[in-house]
């Protein structure tokens, strides 16, 4: 399919699959015809885009993003343990949660006084 048409099926712009293609997160990119500049992106790349979409609701990275991706290609009969980057995301934002109460705390003390 064209970058067009793997637009509308994934609500991601041209310009987001460019960026995940250069970034080497899409598989099955080919030109099939050397005459024209125009892409076939394999069907593939519209669970892909999903993936990285659905990962990205919880805050995770590009980088973790692929990291993910690239496991899941290196081992295509074995489930990606997403568990564990789950529980390490988990673990960071839970920290983040913390600092973030640690500063407001410290804000209303300093509107308060």
Request: hydrophobic letters at 30%; charged letters at 35%.
């Amino acid at each position: 399919m064209k970058i067009g048409e793997l637009s509308k099926k994934t609500g991601v712009s041209r310009d987001t699959i460019r960026f995940y293609e250069s970034r080497g997160m899409l598989t099955e990119v080919s030109r099939p015809f050397e005459w024209n500049n125009y892409k076939d992106y394999g069907e593939q790349n519209v669970k892909r885009i999903q993936i990285i979409k659905y990962l990205q609701r919880f805050s995770f990275t590009l980088k973790e993003c692929k990291e993910l991706l690239d496991q899941k290609d290196a081992n295509p009969n074995q489930c990606v343990d997403k568990n564990k980057a789950f529980k390490k995301k988990l673990a960071i934002i839970e920290k983040q949660i913390k600092e973030l109460q640690e500063t407001r705390d410290a804000l209303i003390q300093l509107v308060d006084n």
